[in-house]
C-alpha cells in the first residue's frame, strides 16, 4: 500500500496571508496556494524548476489592479509576482519562488477586429494562432510566425519580442505593437505607443509611477544616445530586454513600447495590446533544397537569399530523421525525395509568397534556375523538390515547427536540452561561427541538433545531456561560457530570440556601462523589485542577477527519483515542457481535457510533472513505484477491505495526501492516447495514470462506477440475451434506478443493449464463426479473400446494425468474413488501472490471436480505440509479440485492386470523415487509406479538422465528466453537425456516434455502411 504524503513544501505564511487579503480586497479569479498547481507551473521549457508559494488567475485588467495595489502597500512589498503566458520560455522567464499570474486562462479575449485600418486589439492570455484563426475571414494575420504558434500567448511574445520564420521580412514582435496597456505595480493602467515630444513632457509631470517611467527612460535617451548607438550590433533580431537602441523609433518618436516588448514580465502586466496585422499573401510554395553536409547548406543560405525568397529555414540530418520516425512525416514525406544513394546532411526550406500565381512562379523560377545551374558542384546543392500551395507548404513548416519537441524523443537519458539555444550573428557570420560552436560541442563529447532562420544569422542549437548527473550540468557552464565568448568574436548576441530568463548573469558584460541605466529602468518601474526579480536588470547594484548555475534545475530534484520508480513510470518522465499539448486549435485531437478546462494540470505536461513529484516525494520515503506495483499484484482487494475504508474516511473529512491532488488531475483524462502520438516526446498519460491508479486504490476505495464498467465486457454477453436484455434496458429507463446510478454510482446516459443479435445477423448472412482449425483448413484462394472480423462489447452489443452493415459491406466486396467469437478486450480495465485484471486478460486474447493468425488470414477490428490496444497497451504489459489486428481502412488499403473491380458496382458520392482521436494519433498513416478505398471504390472522401466528441470510451457517461464532455463537443463537433450536411458525415469511432446522438439527436453512419448503402442493386 502506498503511503500517505503529508510532508510536501508548504506555503510561507506570510504569502497565504497575501492570499487571503488579495480574496477580501476583491480578486475575482482563482488563487491556487495547493500543491498541484504549484508544481505544474513550476517548469516551463527550460532546463529548470522553481516552485512557486501560489498560482493566480486572473479574469481581467481589475484582478491584475487589486493585485498590484496590494502589493504596493508597505506590509506586501516583499511579495514576489511573476506574469505568465504560454509557459514555453526555454530559459525560466516565467518561474518564480513568489506568485505565477497566469493571465492565459481568462484574459484570452480579442477584443476588437478593425480590417479596414489593420489592427486588432486582444488581451494579454490570446494565442498567436488563436488571433489568426479570428483574423482570417478578414484575410489578415499576426506575422511574426513562432515554432510555439499554437500555444504562444500575446503577452508572452510582447514580453520576449519574439520572432522565428520570416523575421528578415516581417521583423520581430515589437514591429507590430502599436498600443499597451499595462498594469503597473501602483495598480495604474499606462497606456503606452508613440507620443510627441509636447506628449511626452505632459507625461513626465504625470503623478506617480508614470511620471517617473518617463522621467528616466527619456533621461537615458538624452544623457546616453550615442553609447547607445556605438555598443549595439545592427542585426535583424535587434535587443530583447529594454531595448535602449528603440526608445525612439525611425519616425523619431518616443516610444515606451520598445522598453517594454522584451521586458519578460519584469516591468509590469501587459494586459491588452493594439496589434498591426497584414494581408495573408494569396499563394505561397516551398522550395526544399538537399545538402550533402550541413555546413553546405549554412554556407550556400546567403546565395539563396539573392533570390529574394520570403524566408529560408534550415534543418540538420538528425531533426530530419527525428522527423521521419513522427506522425507529421506521414503529412510530408512526398516533398523530401532522395535519389538512390543520396546523402542528406542539410536542408534548406525557401518560402516564397506572392499575391498573383504569375508573382510567385517567377519568383521560384529565380531561385530553381540558380540551383539547376550549381546543383552537384562542390558547395551546392544535390537536388531540390517544390511544394506548391498554402496546404503543402503549411504542413512542411509543421514538421519544422515541430522540429524542437522532435529533438527531446532521443531513446536514452541524454536528451537535447535548451540553454545555448538562440545565438544570433550576421547572418554572413553564421557558416564560421557555427563550425566553431560545432567544435566546442565536439569537445565536449556532445550530441546535438540544428535548425533555424538561416536567413537571420539565428540557428537553435540543443546538446543532448543528462540533467540528472551533475558533471554533466556542469558541462552547461562550460559550454555557455564559451559560446558567449564566440557571439562576441563574430559580432552577434547570446540571446537573439528566447530572451534572456536566467540566463541574466551575462547582462552587465554585454551592456557594459550601460547596465546601470537598465537598473534604473527596472526601479522606475518596480520600485522594490518584486516583479520577476533576477532577471534582465535589479534595482540595486546589490541585489545579484540570477546566474545559470545557481538555479535549480529539473534535473537536481529527477536523481532524488528512485531508478525503480523512473523506469517504472517512464512514459512521464521525459516530458521537456515543450508545451506541445497547450494546442489552442479546438479542431486538433491534443489534448481534449485541456481544451475543456483550461486547467494546466488537466494536460499531458501537467500530469506528467505531478508524477514525477509524486514518485519523487514517496521516494523520500523511502518507496519506488515497481516494488509497490508488484505488492499490489499479490494482494486480494477484498481482504484488505477494511484499511482502505479507512483511508477513504479519513480522506473524504480532510486528511491530507498529495496522492489525493494528483488523483484529482488523473481522473479528469479522458485517455483517448492523443498525447502518446502527438506529443513529440510521446508521453503517454494513460499508461502511467493507469500505474498510478492501479496503486492509488490500493490504499483507497473504488468508486462503484469502475467495477461496473471495468466488469461490463464480462457480463455483456449474458445480459444481451432475453430476457435479461429486456429487464437492463427497462431498468436504465427507471427513474429511480436513473437516480441511483448518476449519484451514487457515477454513471450517466448508459447506453441500451441493442435489440438484434449479431448471431442472428450472421446466419442471415452465412458468416460463420472463426475456429483456428477450419481456418487452416482453407484452400490458398479462400485464404486470401477471407477476414477474420474481432468484436468488441460497444460495436457487438450496443451498435450491431452498424456491425451488421460492415459485415454485409465486406461480403458485397468479394471477401469471405468469418467472426471471431467475442471475448473482452479488457481496454476498460486498463483505463480504470484494474492493471492486475487487464494483463491477465491481454494473455489470453494474446493466444487467441496467435492460433487464429497463424492461418495466414488478417485479423481485423472494427472499433479504432478498441483495436489499436492490441497494439498499444497489450504491448507494454505482455512479453512477446501480439499477432497484427488492423484497422478496417488497413486492411481494405491493401486490397485496393479487389475494390477497384467493384467501382463500375456503386453509385458515386461525397464523404466527409469526422475521425477518432486515437486512430488520428496514433494511427495517424490509416487516415489516408480512407481516402485511398474511396476513390478505388469511385468515391470521395474528405477527411473533416475535428477535435475530441468528448465521449472516449465511457468517459462522457461518468457523472463527474458530463460538463466538460459537453464543453470539449461543443469546441468543434457541434459547429460540424450544425453546417454539414449529415447525410454526408461518417465516424469511424463508436464513442464519436453515440455522443453525436447523445448532444444533438443525430444518427452518422460508419464509412463502410456509406459504402454498402452506393452498391447498385444487383
Same mark, same amino acid.
Given at each position: 500500500?502506498?503511503?500517505?504524503?503529508?510532508?510536501?513544501?508548504?506555503?510561507?505564511?506570510?504569502?497565504?496571508?497575501?492570499?487571503?487579503?488579495?480574496?477580501?480586497?476583491?480578486?475575482?479569479?482563482?488563487?491556487?496556494?495547493?500543491?498541484?498547481?504549484?508544481?505544474?507551473?513550476?517548469?516551463?521549457?527550460?532546463?529548470?524548476?522553481?516552485?512557486?508559494?501560489?498560482?493566480?488567475?486572473?479574469?481581467?485588467?481589475?484582478?491584475?489592479?487589486?493585485?498590484?495595489?496590494?502589493?504596493?502597500?508597505?506590509?506586501?512589498?516583499?511579495?514576489?509576482?511573476?506574469?505568465?503566458?504560454?509557459?514555453?520560455?526555454?530559459?525560466?522567464?516565467?518561474?518564480?519562488?513568489?506568485?505565477?499570474?497566469?493571465?492565459?486562462?481568462?484574459?484570452?479575449?480579442?477584443?476588437?477586429?478593425?480590417?479596414?485600418?489593420?489592427?486588432?486589439?486582444?488581451?494579454?492570455?490570446?494565442?498567436? *494562432?488563436?488571433?489568426?484563426?479570428?483574423?482570417?475571414?478578414?484575410?489578415?494575420?499576426?506575422?511574426?510566425?513562432?515554432?510555439?504558434?499554437?500555444?504562444?500567448?500575446?503577452?508572452?511574445? #510582447?514580453?520576449?519580442?519574439?520572432?522565428?520564420?520570416?523575421?528578415?521580412?516581417?521583423?520581430?514582435?515589437?514591429?507590430?505593437?502599436?498600443?499597451?496597456?499595462?498594469?503597473?505595480?501602483?495598480?495604474?493602467?499606462?497606456?503606452?505607443?508613440?507620443?510627441?515630444?509636447?506628449?511626452?513632457?505632459?507625461?513626465?509631470?504625470?503623478?506617480?509611477?508614470?511620471?517617473?517611467?518617463?522621467?528616466?527612460?527619456?533621461?537615458?535617451?538624452?544623457?546616453?544616445?550615442?553609447?547607445?548607438?556605438?555598443?549595439?550590433?545592427?542585426?535583424?533580431?535587434?535587443?530583447?530586454?529594454?531595448?535602449?537602441?528603440?526608445?525612439?523609433?525611425?519616425?523619431?518618436?518616443?516610444?515606451?513600447?520598445?522598453?517594454?516588448?522584451?521586458?519578460?514580465?519584469?516591468?509590469?502586466? #501587459?494586459?491588452?495590446?493594439?496589434?498591426?496585422?497584414?494581408?495573408?499573401?494569396?499563394?505561397?510554395?516551398?522550395?526544399?533544397?538537399?545538402?550533402?553536409?550541413?555546413?553546405?547548406?549554412?554556407?550556400?543560405?546567403?546565395?539563396?537569399?539573392?533570390?529574394?525568397?520570403?524566408?529560408?529555414?534550415?534543418?540538420?540530418?538528425?531533426?530530419?530523421?527525428?522527423?521521419?520516425?513522427?506522425?507529421?512525416?506521414?503529412?510530408?514525406?512526398?516533398?523530401?525525395?532522395?535519389?538512390?544513394?543520396?546523402?542528406?546532411?542539410?536542408?534548406?526550406?525557401?518560402?516564397?509568397?506572392?499575391?498573383?500565381?504569375?508573382?510567385?512562379?517567377?519568383?521560384?523560377?529565380?531561385?530553381?534556375?540558380?540551383?539547376?545551374?550549381?546543383?552537384?558542384?562542390?558547395?551546392?546543392?544535390?537536388?531540390?523538390?517544390?511544394?506548391?500551395?498554402?496546404?503543402?507548404?503549411?504542413?512542411?513548416?509543421?514538421?519544422?515547427?515541430?522540429?524542437?519537441?522532435? =529533438?527531446?524523443?532521443?531513446?536514452?537519458?541524454?536528451?537535447?536540452?535548451?540553454?545555448?539555444?538562440?545565438?544570433?550573428?550576421?547572418?554572413?557570420?553564421?557558416?564560421?561561427? #557555427?563550425?566553431?560552436?560545432?567544435?566546442?560541442?565536439?569537445?565536449?563529447?556532445?550530441?546535438?541538433?540544428?535548425?533555424?532562420?538561416?536567413?537571420?544569422?539565428?540557428?537553435?542549437?540543443?546538446?543532448?545531456?543528462?540533467?540528472?548527473?551533475?558533471?554533466?550540468?556542469?558541462?552547461?557552464?562550460?559550454?555557455? *561560457?564559451?559560446?558567449?565568448?564566440?557571439?562576441?568574436?563574430?559580432?552577434?548576441?547570446?540571446?537573439?530570440?528566447?530572451?534572456?530568463?536566467?540566463?541574466?548573469?551575462?547582462?552587465?558584460?554585454?551592456?557594459?556601462?550601460?547596465?546601470?541605466?537598465?537598473?534604473?529602468?527596472?526601479?522606475?518601474?518596480?520600485?522594490?523589485?518584486?516583479?520577476?526579480?533576477?532577471?534582465?536588470?535589479?534595482?540595486?547594484?546589490?541585489?545579484?542577477?540570477?546566474?545559470?548555475?545557481?538555479?535549480?534545475?529539473?534535473?537536481?530534484?529527477?536523481?532524488?527519483?528512485?531508478?525503480?520508480?523512473?523506469?517504472?513510470?517512464?512514459?512521464?518522465?521525459?516530458?521537456?515542457?515543450?508545451?506541445?499539448?497547450?494546442?489552442?486549435?479546438?479542431?486538433?485531437?491534443?489534448?481534449?481535457?485541456?481544451?475543456?478546462?483550461?486547467?494546466?494540470?488537466?494536460?499531458?505536461?501537467?500530469?506528467?510533472?505531478?508524477?514525477?513529484?509524486? #514518485?519523487?516525494?514517496?521516494?523520500?520515503?523511502?518507496? *519506488?513505484?515497481?516494488?509497490?506495483?508488484?505488492?499490489?499484484?499479490?494482494?486480494?482487494?477484498?481482504?484488505?477491505?477494511?484499511?482502505?475504508?479507512?483511508?477513504?474516511?479519513?480522506?473524504?473529512?480532510?486528511?491530507?495526501?498529495?496522492?489525493?491532488?494528483?488523483?484529482?488531475?488523473?481522473?479528469?483524462?479522458?485517455?483517448?492516447?492523443?498525447?502518446?502520438?502527438?506529443?513529440?516526446?510521446?508521453?503517454?498519460?494513460?499508461?502511467?495514470?493507469?500505474?498510478?491508479?492501479?496503486?492509488?486504490?490500493?490504499?483507497?476505495?473504488?468508486?462503484?462506477?469502475?467495477?461496473?464498467?471495468?466488469?461490463?465486457?464480462?457480463?455483456?454477453?449474458?445480459?444481451?440475451?432475453?430476457?435479461?436484455?429486456?429487464?437492463?434496458?427497462?431498468?436504465?429507463?427507471?427513474?429511480?434506478?436513473?437516480?441511483?446510478?448518476?449519484?451514487?454510482?457515477?454513471?450517466?446516459?448508459?447506453?441500451?443493449?441493442?435489440?438484434?443479435?449479431?448471431?442472428?445477423?450472421?446466419?442471415?448472412?452465412?458468416?460463420?464463426?472463426?475456429?483456428?482449425?477450419?481456418?487452416?483448413?482453407?484452400?490458398?484462394?479462400?485464404?486470401?479473400?477471407?477476414?477474420?472480423?474481432?468484436?468488441?462489447?460497444?460495436?457487438?452489443?450496443?451498435?450491431?446494425?452498424?456491425?451488421?452493415?460492415?459485415?454485409?459491406?465486406?461480403?458485397?466486396?468479394?471477401?469471405?468474413?468469418?467472426?471471431?467469437?467475442?471475448?473482452?478486450?479488457?481496454?476498460?480495465?486498463?483505463?480504470?488501472?484494474?492493471?492486475?485484471?487487464?494483463?491477465?486478460?491481454?494473455?489470453?486474447?494474446?493466444?487467441?490471436?496467435?492460433?487464429?493468425?497463424?492461418?495466414?488470414?488478417?485479423?481485423?477490428?472494427?472499433?479504432?480505440?478498441?483495436?489499436?490496444?492490441?497494439?498499444?497497451?497489450?504491448?507494454?504489459?505482455?512479453?512477446?509479440?501480439?499477432?497484427?489486428?488492423? =484497422?478496417?481502412?488497413?486492411?481494405?488499403?491493401?486490397?485496393?485492386?479487389?475494390?477497384?473491380?467493384?467501382?463500375?458496382?456503386?453509385?458515386?458520392?461525397?464523404?466527409?470523415?469526422?475521425?477518432?482521436?486515437?486512430?488520428?494519433?496514433?494511427?495517424?498513416?490509416?487516415?489516408?487509406?480512407?481516402?485511398?478505398?474511396?476513390?478505388?471504390?469511385?468515391?470521395?472522401?474528405?477527411?473533416?479538422?475535428?477535435?475530441?466528441?468528448?465521449?472516449?470510451?465511457?468517459?462522457?457517461?461518468?457523472?463527474?465528466?458530463?460538463?466538460?464532455?459537453?464543453?470539449?463537443?461543443?469546441?468543434?463537433?457541434?459547429?460540424?453537425?450544425?453546417?454539414?450536411?449529415?447525410?454526408?458525415?461518417?465516424?469511424?469511432?463508436?464513442?464519436?456516434?453515440?455522443?453525436?446522438?447523445?448532444?444533438?439527436?443525430?444518427?452518422?453512419?460508419?464509412?463502410?455502411?456509406?459504402?454498402?448503402?452506393?452498391?447498385?442493386?444487383?
Amino acid at each position: 500500500m502506498i503511503p500517505r504524503l503529508a510532508e510536501v513544501t508548504p506555503v510561507q505564511r506570510h504569502y497565504l496571508a497575501f492570499i487571503d487579503a488579495l480574496n477580501a480586497a476583491g480578486f475575482e479569479g482563482e488563487l491556487n496556494p495547493d500543491y498541484a498547481n504549484r508544481t505544474v507551473l513550476a517548469t516551463d521549457n527550460s532546463i529548470y524548476q522553481v516552485l512557486p508559494q501560489a498560482v493566480i488567475y486572473p479574469r481581467h485588467a481589475a484582478d491584475l489592479q487589486r493585485l498590484t495595489r496590494l502589493t504596493a502597500q508597505s506590509d506586501w512589498q516583499d511579495i514576489v509576482i511573476s506574469p505568465r503566458g504560454g509557459g514555453t520560455g526555454t530559459n525560466g522567464q516565467s518561474l518564480t519562488d513568489g506568485i505565477v499570474v497566469d493571465l492565459s486562462r481568462h484574459m484570452n479575449r480579442i477584443l476588437e477586429i478593425n480590417a479596414e485600418e489593420g489592427w486588432a486589439r486582444v488581451e494579454g492570455g490570446v494565442v498567436k *494562432d488563436q488571433l489568426n484563426a479570428a483574423l482570417k475571414p478578414h484575410g489578415l494575420f499576426f506575422a511574426p510566425e513562432l515554432s510555439t504558434s499554437n500555444r504562444a500567448t500575446i503577452g508572452g511574445m #510582447i514580453n520576449t519580442d519574439a520572432s522565428g520564420q520570416g523575421s528578415v521580412l516581417y521583423g520581430k514582435t515589437r514591429d507590430h505593437v502599436l498600443e499597451l496597456n499595462t498594469v503597473l505595480l501602483d495598480g495604474e493602467l499606462l497606456s503606452s505607443g508613440p507620443v510627441s515630444d509636447v506628449d511626452l513632457d505632459h507625461l513626465k509631470r504625470s503623478p506617480g509611477l508614470t511620471g517617473a517611467i518617463h522621467r528616466t527612460v527619456d533621461d537615458i535617451y538624452e544623457r546616453r544616445r550615442e553609447d547607445i548607438e556605438a555598443r549595439f550590433p545592427p542585426l535583424n533580431r535587434c535587443l530583447t530586454g529594454y531595448d535602449l537602441a528603440h526608445i525612439r523609433d525611425d519616425d523619431g518618436r518616443f516610444n515606451l513600447n520598445n522598453i517594454l516588448c522584451g521586458s519578460e514580465g519584469t516591468l509590469g502586466f #501587459i494586459a491588452e495590446a493594439k496589434l498591426n496585422v497584414l494581408r495573408i499573401p494569396k499563394t505561397s510554395a516551398l522550395v526544399n533544397v538537399r545538402y550533402d553536409s550541413f555546413e553546405t547548406s549554412l554556407r550556400d543560405a546567403q546565395t539563396l537569399m539573392e533570390a529574394e525568397p520570403t524566408s529560408i529555414e534550415t534543418v540538420d540530418s538528425r531533426v530530419l530523421g527525428l522527423a521521419k520516425g513522427d506522425i507529421v512525416w506521414n503529412s510530408v514525406s512526398e516533398y523530401f525525395p532522395t535519389a538512390e544513394g543520396e546523402v542528406v546532411e542539410g536542408i534548406n526550406l525557401v518560402e516564397y509568397t506572392a499575391d498573383t500565381e504569375e508573382d510567385l512562379r517567377a519568383g521560384v523560377k529565380r531561385l530553381t534556375d540558380r540551383l539547376d545551374a550549381v546543383a552537384g558542384q562542390p558547395g551546392k546543392c544535390n537536388g531540390y523538390s517544390v511544394a506548391w500551395g498554402d496546404r503543402a507548404v503549411k504542413q512542411i513548416w509543421g514538421m519544422r515547427k515541430k522540429a524542437v519537441g522532435l =529533438l527531446g524523443n532521443a531513446q536514452d537519458e541524454a536528451r537535447p536540452v535548451p540553454f545555448v539555444e538562440d545565438t544570433a550573428v550576421p547572418p554572413e557570420n553564421l557558416a564560421d561561427f #557555427i563550425m566553431d560552436f560545432r567544435a566546442v560541442l565536439d569537445r565536449e563529447g556532445l550530441t546535438y541538433g540544428m535548425f533555424g532562420h538561416v536567413d537571420a544569422g539565428v540557428l537553435h542549437v540543443r546538446p543532448a545531456l543528462d540533467m540528472k548527473d551533475p558533471e554533466q550540468i556542469r558541462t552547461v557552464r562550460r559550454v555557455t *561560457d564559451e559560446v558567449v565568448k564566440l557571439t562576441q568574436h563574430y559580432g552577434g548576441l547570446l540571446w537573439g530570440e528566447h530572451g534572456k530568463g536566467v540566463r541574466s548573469e551575462f547582462a552587465p558584460e554585454f551592456f557594459g556601462d550601460l547596465y546601470p541605466e537598465l537598473q534604473a529602468i527596472k526601479k522606475a518601474f518596480d520600485p522594490h523589485n518584486q516583479l520577476n526579480p533576477g532577471k534582465i536588470a535589479t534595482t540595486e547594484p546589490s541585489i545579484p542577477l540570477l546566474a545559470i548555475d545557481a538555479v535549480k534545475t529539473r534535473g537536481d530534484y529527477d536523481r532524488t527519483i528512485p531508478v525503480d520508480s523512473w523506469q517504472h513510470q517512464s512514459e512521464g518522465m521525459y516530458c521537456n515542457g515543450n508545451g506541445a499539448c497547450f494546442n489552442y486549435d479546438p479542431f486538433d485531437a491534443m489534448c481534449p481535457s485541456w481544451k475543456g478546462t483550461r486547467e494546466r494540470k488537466h494536460s499531458p505536461k501537467g500530469r506528467a510533472s505531478l508524477m514525477r513529484e509524486w #514518485i519523487r516525494v514517496l521516494g523520500e520515503q523511502g518507496h *519506488d513505484t515497481r516494488t509497490l506495483a508488484q505488492a499490489e499484484q499479490r494482494r486480494v482487494p477484498v481482504l484488505h477491505w477494511f484499511p482502505r475504508a479507512w483511508n477513504t474516511w479519513r480522506r473524504e473529512r480532510g486528511q491530507y495526501d498529495f496522492s489525493n491532488e494528483v488523483y484529482e488531475s488523473m481522473a479528469g483524462c479522458l485517455a483517448c492516447k492523443s498525447c502518446s502520438g502527438s506529443c513529440p516526446i510521446k508521453v503517454d498519460v494513460p499508461e502511467f495514470r493507469a500505474k498510478f491508479l492501479h496503486l492509488y486504490y490500493g490504499r483507497y476505495l473504488r468508486p462503484l462506477k469502475d467495477y461496473f464498467i471495468g466488469l461490463l465486457e464480462f457480463i455483456i454477453p449474458v445480459l444481451a440475451r432475453r430476457p435479461f436484455k429486456w429487464v437492463y434496458n427497462a431498468l436504465l429507463g427507471f427513474k429511480p434506478i436513473e437516480a441511483f446510478l448518476r449519484r451514487i454510482a457515477g454513471m450517466v446516459d448508459s447506453p441500451r443493449i441493442h435489440r438484434r443479435q449479431l448471431s442472428a445477423i450472421m446466419r442471415q448472412r452465412n458468416i460463420e464463426w472463426a475456429d483456428a482449425n477450419m481456418l487452416q483448413g482453407l484452400r490458398e484462394a479462400e485464404r486470401k479473400r477471407s477476414v477474420v472480423i474481432v468484436q468488441d462489447a460497444f460495436t457487438s452489443f450496443f451498435d450491431t446494425d452498424t456491425v451488421g452493415d460492415i459485415l454485409a459491406c465486406l461480403q458485397e466486396l468479394g471477401f469471405r468474413v468469418w467472426v471471431m467469437p467475442y471475448r473482452a478486450n479488457g481496454k476498460p480495465l486498463h483505463v480504470h488501472g484494474f492493471l492486475k485484471s487487464f494483463t491477465w486478460v491481454a494473455r489470453r486474447r494474446q493466444k487467441d490471436f496467435a492460433a487464429l493468425a497463424a492461418s495466414g488470414i488478417h485479423l481485423v477490428g472494427i472499433d479504432p480505440s478498441m483495436t489499436l490496444a492490441y497494439r498499444g497497451e497489450y504491448k507494454k504489459h505482455l512479453d512477446g509479440d501480439v499477432a497484427p489486428v488492423l =484497422l478496417l481502412q488497413e486492411f481494405l488499403a491493401l486490397h485496393k485492386d479487389r475494390l477497384a473491380d467493384h467501382k463500375t458496382a456503386l453509385a458515386g458520392g461525397d464523404v466527409r470523415l469526422l475521425g477518432h482521436c486515437t486512430e488520428k494519433t496514433n494511427a495517424a498513416a490509416s487516415m489516408k487509406d480512407w481516402e485511398t478505398i474511396f476513390e478505388a471504390l469511385g468515391l470521395s472522401l474528405t477527411q473533416e479538422a475535428v477535435g475530441c466528441c468528448g465521449m472516449a470510451g465511457t468517459y462522457g457517461h461518468e457523472t463527474r465528466n458530463v460538463q466538460t464532455s459537453a464543453t470539449i463537443y461543443d469546441l468543434s463537433w457541434r459547429e460540424k453537425i450544425d453546417t454539414l450536411p449529415v447525410e454526408q458525415l461518417v465516424a469511424t469511432g463508436y464513442s464519436c456516434r453515440s455522443q453525436v446522438k447523445r448532444m444533438q439527436g443525430v444518427e452518422l453512419k460508419h464509412p463502410l455502411q456509406y459504402v454498402l448503402e452506393r452498391i447498385k442493386p444487383a
